[in-house]
């Protein structure tokens, strides 16, 4: 059980290391409003709708940040495992994928109704747990 453990815990981590963006500059123009970033996420006491912002993720954004949110560098898109990402509130990530940021590449998701947007940030906080830093504790 331990060693399958061990060889799951490989796997998953070259997983994330395969489709990384270490190359990922965050652009510091792009700044969510504090009204914005002060915002709460109204799902915060509901973790099980993660698994549903898991289903919207695959479908809308992992064609860029790849299925693990690692993101992508031929894409330049965002590594959201990264600590400059997990790092901001819920309001500025809800901002942010909210209005996208055109000019380097990640659209606009205000078409997408406002909880599952929500749903979408429950599921970037799981990420964290999964990147290369928690599967390798030597890093
Ligand atoms: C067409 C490609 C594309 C798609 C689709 C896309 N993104 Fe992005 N995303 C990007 C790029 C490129 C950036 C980096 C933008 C920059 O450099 O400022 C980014 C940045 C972000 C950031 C901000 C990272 C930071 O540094 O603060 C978040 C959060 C994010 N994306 C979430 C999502 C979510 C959630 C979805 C799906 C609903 C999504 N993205 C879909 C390309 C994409």
Same mark, same amino acid.
């Not at 998953?12 to 009204?35: C, E, F, K, R, T």
């Not at 690692?70 to 809800?94: I, N, R, T």
């Not at 994928?97 to 380097?104: D, E, P, V, W, Y």
């Given at each position: 059980? =331990?060693?399958?453990?061990?060889?799951?815990?490989?796997?998953?981590?070259?997983?994330?290391?395969?489709?990384?963006?270490?190359?990922?500059?965050?652009?510091?123009?792009?700044?969510?409003?504090?009204?914005?970033?002060? =915002?709460?996420?109204?799902?915060?006491?509901?973790?099980?709708?993660?698994?549903?912002?898991?289903?919207?993720?695959?479908?809308?954004?992992?064609?860029?940040?790849?299925?693990?949110?690692?993101?992508?560098? %031929?894409?330049?898109?965002?590594?959201?495992?990264?600590?400059?990402?997990?790092?901001?509130?819920?309001?500025?990530?809800?901002?942010?994928?909210?209005?996208?940021?055109?000019? %380097?590449?990640?659209?606009?998701?205000?078409?997408?109704?406002?909880?599952?947007?929500?749903?979408?940030?429950?599921?970037?906080?799981?990420?964290?747990?999964?990147?290369?830093?928690?599967?390798?504790?030597? =890093?």
């Amino acid at each position: 059980m =331990k060693a399958l453990c061990t060889a799951m815990l490989i796997f998953v981590s070259s997983l994330s290391a395969a489709g990384q963006n270490p190359s990922y500059q965050q652009d510091q123009q792009w700044i969510a409003p504090a009204a914005a970033s002060g =915002k709460p996420n109204p799902l915060t006491n509901k973790p099980e709708t993660a698994a549903g912002g898991r289903k919207l993720f695959l479908r809308n954004c992992a064609e860029c940040h790849g299925p693990n949110g690692a993101g992508m560098e %031929k894409k330049h898109s965002a590594d959201l495992q990264l600590p400059v990402v997990q790092q901001q509130s819920d309001g500025a990530l809800f901002w942010k994928i909210t209005n996208g940021n055109a000019s %380097k590449g990640m659209p606009s998701f205000s078409r997408l109704p406002e909880l599952q947007r929500w749903q979408l940030i429950l599921f970037l906080r799981t990420l964290k747990a999964t990147g290369p830093a928690a599967a390798d504790p030597a =890093k």
